[in-house]
Structure formats: structure tokens, C-alpha cells
């Protein structure tokens, strides 16, 4: 099983970046997104299930972070709009079972991916 993360980059405060991550090996009821800036501890940012009827996103980035998934193609997204500073950080792709914030209750976990919002 491997979680392959992808698209981040540099962008200025007000941009989009949207991020890919693929997973081979096998399907997951659920797919997350976590991030983790410099000192500071790993925090989610949203999750989805497989139907995609079920997501759940922390509140600083309600309305505007959207994660969606490609069943087929074994693929999650997290589009990001109107970035800030603030979001600066490594972010994660994890799998699992279950919708939630909690990331002990994710399975597999991809490698990071750097996201920088400069001001």
C-alpha cells in the first residue's frame, strides 16, 4: 500500500494550489488530509468518504479548502482557495475507515508534501 502526495508549491497570499494524492494497493472507505507547520504539532484538514457524500474539514479552512475523490482512479484532491500565510506546511494524504480528525485512526499515511504562502 503506498499514498503518493503531489502539487504543492509556492504561491502568494490569495492564490490556489490543489493537491493530489494517489493510492495503490487497495481502495479506502475514507481519505484525509493533515498538515504540520515548523514547530508545531500535526493538526487535519479535512477529510472525505468514499461516496464523497461525507466530508469534514476543520473550521479555518471551511469554505475555502475542498477535498473531492476520483474513485476510479484511486485518486484524492484538496483543492486550496484563497490561501494565507497561516497555511504554510507539510501536508499529509492518510487512509483509513473512518471520517475523522483524529490521526490515530488512519491506516496508511503518504509522504508530505510542502505548501508555502508567502504574504
Known amino acids: 500500500v503506498q499514498l503518493q502526495a503531489s502539487g504543492g508549491g509556492l504561491v502568494q497570499a490569495g492564490g490556489s494550489l490543489r493537491l493530489s494524492c494517489a493510492a495503490s494497493?487497495?481502495?479506502?472507505?475514507?481519505m484525509g488530509w493533515f498538515r504540520q507547520a515548523p514547530g508545531k504539532e500535526r493538526e487535519f484538514v479535512g477529510a472525505?468518504?468514499?461516496?464523497?457524500?461525507?466530508?469534514y474539514y476543520r473550521d479555518s479552512v471551511k469554505g475555502r479548502f475542498t477535498i473531492s475523490r476520483d474513485n476510479p482512479k484511486n485518486t484524492v484532491y484538496l483543492q486550496m482557495n484563497s490561501l494565507k500565510p497561516e497555511d504554510t506546511a507539510v501536508y499529509f494524504c492518510?487512509?483509513?475507515?473512518?471520517?475523522?480528525?483524529?490521526?490515530?485512526?488512519?491506516?496508511?499515511w503518504g509522504q508530505g508534501t510542502q505548501v508555502t504562502v508567502s504574504s
Open positions: 492518510a487512509a483509513g475507515s473512518v471520517v475523522t480528525g483524529h490521526d490515530a485512526l488512519y491506516d496508511y
Open positions: 494497493g487497495r481502495t479506502f472507505e475514507v
Open positions: 472525505i468518504s468514499w461516496s464523497g457524500g461525507d466530508t
